[in-house]
């Protein structure tokens, strides 16, 4: 099969430079080396996330430490707030590991908004708050920011945030957002290979987690951060992962974040024009996402056609997600992605549906 | 720092080929390319594993899949038998996770009998048993076929074995054994970077599972094989490491498996005599590992200078673990290390400790 360039919403294409990263020859995890590099990534994630609070590096999908959240941080109940597939995921897991919980929902393609939060939390029933900021498979963002604003006010409540698609292409400033763990996978908008997840954990989540029963060990933030303070982590971790992670902070800091962010937001105004001038933008108007464009298929083009055209160019986008399929595909512009990158693909779409 | 060999219990050394392979470009993991690749290790691994099971990948360390066994499988009781840092860490795992369970200890250095383990199950209080083949903290591979024969004759009991260190350097034949779970990290005696579990799981354990309550999600067995059967895992998974590991298949099969297994046996005896002639064996006579020799400092060496010593040279071994700090040095010889690579090992060894 032809090697396909990926226009999809994780994993994304992977720079020459962080592939060979990834063949860097191998160290132990308990000697010296690895808490080398352990303690280099430590201060750069912490300026990626705008935060004083430790990043703990968590060898999983980033769906692990939305496991590892509510286990940790749930004593009393969680307010799911539900948007789409990635979001009710975390519902279910929420039960899944037997705590209580009540989805916030909205249809798919909407935002939760502040309000909305406002009035479940008022009711005084939740210690444990769960948004997923980016929703991946609707390609809406909600307004993080004014949310965080509402949850603040509730002390007891732990602020958890997926920033799975969004962490490394929009500002999130933790520690002025008062999020209590914001955590995201490196296969999105930090453009590594999969297999690592990071997540900031505030001091208050910390407290907490030492008073919840049966958290388990894998995903223990009180294990995490034990090891973290060592520079080592409590099991084996994706060694080859952390050092692509630890060139790849560098070329953003060369990059320099807010240049960073600001191609991010060109590439998706770029993006809805090109989408909004052929189709339609699937989100609710004003809550896009700034990493990948959620497609209404108002033409109703077959989208297998599409995928074949784009294969035989050597690009791949991604269909809807679930019941998305067909009504909506995604276009995704994250990571390492360049304007003119952008370009080309919209170009040979035009070819192909324009 | 001068690049070291490693020769040390996991991470080990990674042939250049692997490390190369874990640079190939990203694919999407719910695209055809995945599926393929997921479609060609799984065969290879059932042979591996001499099982008609299904064998899942789990993107995580192997203590990952050690908390998901117990998690999936204990309804009753578990019997964790301990013998060393990472079988006691297992019984650990199962009371974080809320499980009722009780030890079968032995002191550090000696193995598991079949007629211990027949004295407790026998009690008929378990519904399953957690068993570290080879422990990687002591050096003692317990004695996995005669054990197994013990298990076998009460079938309620899950028979959980984490063969982390010697699956892939010993013949492990899952099937024939009985074994219901059996689990592997990959930067063992697989030759792979860290971030990678196997495990094949049995019907039985995965009829077990649907009755088990709290399973929850990232680690649970259900979902593992609803995915598997697609050619895909739940979460986004470890590409890199499955494109290397399909790769370090192929060099197996093409070494030959038996010749594997007595390319590690030849090491092992090799690596024994040389210790029985200048220190001793730590482990329990009849009883030492395959995969890496564990040292009884009986002359009091100073490891700091030796570990020094061989850093000069481009080359570590372990310390002991944990409280056989010093008392005790491993020396690992699994993987893709050549017995060549191990007398250079023992030559230098000489000329530092002779």
Redesign the interface.
């Known amino acids: ?1 032809q ?2 360039k ?1 226009f ?1 919403p ?5 720079s020459p430079e962080i ?2 990263a ?8 308990r ?3 690895y808490s080398a590099l352990h303690g280099a990534v430590k201060p750069k994630l912490k300026k990626l996330l705008y935060t004083e609070n430790p990043v703990f590096l968590s ?6 430490v939305m ?1 590892g959240a509510v ?1 940790n941080l749930c004593a009393k109940r969680v307010l799911s707030c539900t948007c789409g597939a990635f979001s009710e ?1 975390w519902h ?2 929420a039960l ?3 705590k209580e919980a009540d989805p916030l929902s909205v249809e798919w393609g909407r935002a939760i908004k502040p309000e909305m939060v406002e009035e479940r939390l008022a009711t005084g029933r939740y210690d444990c708050l769960t948004l997923v900021h980016n929703e991946t498979s609707t390609g809406v963002m909600s307004p993080l920011a004014a949310i965080a604003e509402v949850v603040r006010r509730y002390p007891e409540v732990m602020f958890v945030v997926d920033t799975v698609s969004s962490l490394a292409a929009v500002k999130i400033e933790v520690d002025r957002l008062g999020i209590d763990v914001c955590l995201a ?1 490196v ?1 999105k908008a930090f453009g590594l ?4 997840a990071v997540c900031s954990v505030s001091k208050r989540a910390l407290e907490r987690a030492a008073t919840v ?8 933030f009180i294990e995490f951060k034990e090891y973290d303070d060592k520079n080592q982590t ?8 952390i050092f692509a992670l630890n060139t790849q902070l560098e070329r953003m800091f060369k990059e320099g974040l807010e240049a960073r962010f600001e191609r991010h937001l060109a590439m998706a105004k770029r993006c809805r024009a090109w989408a909004s001038a052929h189709f339609g933008l699937f989100p609710e108007s004003g809550y896009e996402s700034v990493t990948l464009t959620a497609v209404s298929n108002t033409r109703n083009v077959d989208m297998k056609h599409v995928e074949a055209e784009l294969a035989k160019r050597g690009k ?1 986008i ?1 269909n809807g997600y679930g019941k998305l399929k067909n009504k909506t595909f995604r276009i995704a512009h994250m990571a390492d992605c360049a304007p003119a990158e952008l370009e080309g693909l919209l170009r040979e779409l035009d070819e192909i549906v324009g």
């Open positions: 099969m090697r396909k990926l999809i994780g994993p994304v294409e992977v592939l060979q990834m063949a860097t020859p191998m160290i132990g995890h000697g010296l080396e060898t999983s999908s980033a769906t692990g496991e286990r995921r279910e897991i899944a590991n037997g996978g296969q290979p999969p297999g690592l029963k049966n958290r388990g060990y894998y995903f223990d409590p099991c084996t971790p994706a060694i080859s992962q791949e991604s």
